[in-house]
Every structure is written in structure tokens, then in C-alpha cells.
């Protein structure tokens, strides 16, 4: 039965991404082929330790193949794709390795500035490292010598994919398999707001003269080793930098940062308070704008007009020596401003995903 997204009053149900859903169901493709064994519920590994309990949905075995299918529960987050059949077809191969392909309802990368390779199907790094790791304890628990094709598919996936930004990156035929930590956390609604306000209120309590509001896991990171921060100075704000700000505006400590992908840091200094993709967009224009005030040429900012991402805008300003990514922190830094006056040390950062410092910008009142 598929999971239906539930009403609450309390705190929000995380859910697991479609890359800890491809994980699972390789292991299980994997574990009744391998050996002979054929399980209804399926415990993987997830990149931070959790442990999660995932029920398949179907398993069959036709002799060297396997298929495995996982019902793709998103908690409460407005995930699109909340409730899909996520699936996959596990072929032994003579030839050691992990290979990966996609299946129908998963999309092909077709334009350059994803994390994937053109050409590729589209299921990112975090889940093909989940992926091979499972698959590679496995084959040596079972003493297997060969390797694998892991070929990911996602029921109704193509017309899914038409609700998401894919068709627009350049990821054509369907959905893409995501997930850096595997856990969906509902980054959408009032109860994370709260989430964030308490964050601030247990920061406050505890004496911390620093917190740091981060996008996701690979800025959190960043943060703590950059600036030596303890667990309880991180705020996971997600995509929600005003209602984190609006509350320190009441509430304040002595030093914010702000640690965040170039993408929603860039939207955050063009004005926007929540950078979900469902809420707004990238504005190439304005990237172009603000390439041409940091030293780019009149080509170069009509490349990034027509850009496919942000990322591939801050790569090509890089190559060109144009600082794109402190003129992006420095105006996240106004924008910070705009909300905090007065004496607050402010910080952005901005982040890649290897987790590298991409821009920086700073004041102290």
C-alpha cells in the first residue's frame, strides 16, 4: 500500500530518500541472489549511521537477475515523488565492479553542471557509493568474485518528473535517484519552523555566543570544521534562511553565519527569504548582473544567462578569475543585515558540494 501523507499537530515524520530506497532494494535483489534468500524487510546503512528498517514491496528472481521494488515514503515532506515505486534490476556480471543504468522512470544527464556526468543516468553520488558499499559487503559475506548492474527505475517516473526542475537541468526521461544523507527532513512547513526556533532558544540557554544556519549536510560539515562549532550551534534552517533571521531579529546571539550552497545562497541575496525550488527559481539575470559587477566581460555574463545551473555559472566566473561567489556572500551578507541591525558579527559562507569554501564575506558591527 502506498503511504499516504498524514496530518499532524506535532513534530513532522522524516522520511528516506530515493537513493536509501534504490540502496534497500539492491540489497535485497542482491541477498536472493547471492544467497538464496529472500527478505520482506531490509535494514541499510545510511551515510551518518542511521540504521533504517525498509519493507519491499516485490522481489523476483529470474536466474541471474533479481528485482526488487520499495514504496518511496517521503514523511511529511511535499516530496513529488511521495508514494512511488521505486525499483531495481540487479544482474550479475562476470566482470568485477558496480555499473549503473537507468531504468524506465529514471532520467539520462543530457547537459553539463550536474554532479553526474553527460551521458549518465542520473543517480547521484551519495547513492551509488551506498549502492556499491552494500553491494561490495555482501559479495564478500558470500565470497563473490563478479560484479554488478544495477539498473534503477521508478513507476509513473517520467511524468513525475515533468513537477520537478529535471526537464530544465537537462535531465530528460524521468526522475533522478538523490539523497546525501538518505533521510528526508520536512523542510517545508510551520513545525520546522519550530524546529529552527528551538534551535535558537537551546542556543541561547546554553550560553553560545555562535550559531551557524545551514542548508543541508554538506554545509553543516563545513561549518563545524571551519569554524570549530559544537552539534548544538548548527541550525538546519533548510531552505528557510528569513524564518531563522526573523527569529534572531527577537531572539539574538552575538555571531551568525550563514553556510550554504552557492544555488540557494544565490536566490537568498536576490531577495528571496525561502529558496525552496517549489517556491522560486535560480534568476540567471541576475547572476549575470552580479558576474558583471565582480569584473566579468559583456560574453561571459551573456554565457550565464543561458546557463543550466548556478553551479555551472560560479564554475565558469572561476575559470575566469571572477569572484562571482564573494560578490554572491556579500550580498547575502546585506540581506543578513537587513534583518539583524546593529551589533551582530555576521558570516556567509558558500559552499560546493565537496564542501568547499566557494565565497566568503564578513562584518562585525
Known amino acids: 500500500m502506498r503511504p499516504e501523507t498524514p496530518e499532524h499537530n506535532g513534530p513532522l515524520r522524516q522520511g528516506l530518500s530515493t ?3 534504490a540502496t534497500a532494494a539492491s540489497v535485497a535483489a542482491a541477498r536472493a541472489l547471492l544467497a538464496g534468500v529472500e527478505e520482506r524487510c531490509v535494514s541499510i546503512r545510511l551515510p551518518r549511521g542511521e540504521e533504517p528498517a525498509m519493507t519491499i514491496e516485490d522481489l523476483a528472481v529470474t536466474g541471474v537477475a533479481a528485482t526488487a521494488g520499495v514504496i518511496k515514503d517521503a514523511g511529511d515532506d511535499p516530496d ?38 553527460v551521458g549518465e543516468a542520473a543517480i547521484n553520488p551519495v547513492p551509488r557509493r551506498l549502492i556499491a558499499e552494500h553491494l561490495d559487503s555482501i559479495a564478500a559475506d558470500t565470497a563473490y568474485e563478479g560484479g554488478f548492474d544495477v539498473t534503477v527505475g521508478i513507476d509513473d517516473g517520467e511524468a513525475i518528473a515533468q513537477r520537478t526542475m529535471n526537464p530544465k537541468l537537462g535531465i530528460l526521461g524521468g526522475l533522478s535517484v538523490l539523497g546525501t544523507t538518505g533521510i528526508v527532513r520536512p523542510f517545508s512547513c510551520s513545525a520546522f519552523i519550530a524546529s529552527i526556533h528551538q534551535s535558537v532558544d537551546v542556543a541561547n540557554a546554553n550560553g553560545l555566543t555562535h550559531i551557524a544556519g545551514c542548508t543541508g549536510g554538506t554545509s553543516e560539515t563545513f561549518a ?60 540567471f539575470d541576475f547572476l549575470a548582473d552580479q558576474a558583471l559587477a565582480a569584473g566579468a566581460g559583456a560574453d ?37 543585515r537587513d534583518y539583524l541591525p546593529g551589533e551582530h558579527h555576521l558570516t556567509v559562507c558558500s559552499v560546493s558540494r565537496q564542501g568547499e569554501l566557494t565565497g566568503f564575506a564578513e562584518e562585525v558591527a
Open 19 to 21: 537513493g536509501a530506497c
Open 80 to 117: 513529488a515523488t511521495h508514494g512511488a515505486r521505486l525499483w531495481v534490476r540487479l544482474e550479475l556480471g562476470s566482470e568485477p565492479g558496480v555499473r549503473f543504468h537507468a531504468g524506465e522512470g529514471v532520467g539520462t544527464v543530457t547537459r553539463s553542471g550536474l554532479p553526474i556526468a
Open 224 to 283: 563545524r570544521s571551519y569554524f570549530g562549532l559544537e552539534e548544538g550551534a548548527i541550525v538546519e534552517m533548510g531552505d528557510m534562511f528569513g524564518a531563522l533571521l526573523k527569529y534572531l531579529k527577537k531572539y539574538p546571539l552575538p555571531r551568525v553565519t550563514l553556510a550554504s550552497g552557492f544555488g540557494k545562497l544565490s536566490k537568498f541575496a536576490a531577495g528571496e527569504p525561502d529558496t525552496h525550488s517549489q517556491r522560486c527559481a535560480i534568476d
Open 300 to 336: 561571459l555574463a551573456e554565457w550565464i544567462r543561458n546557463a543550466n545551473t548556478s553551479i555551472e555559472a560560479l564554475e565558469a566566473c572561476q575559470q575566469a578569475g571572477v569572484p562571482l561567489g564573494d560578490r554572491m556572500a556579500g550580498l547575502g551578507l546585506a540581506r543578513m
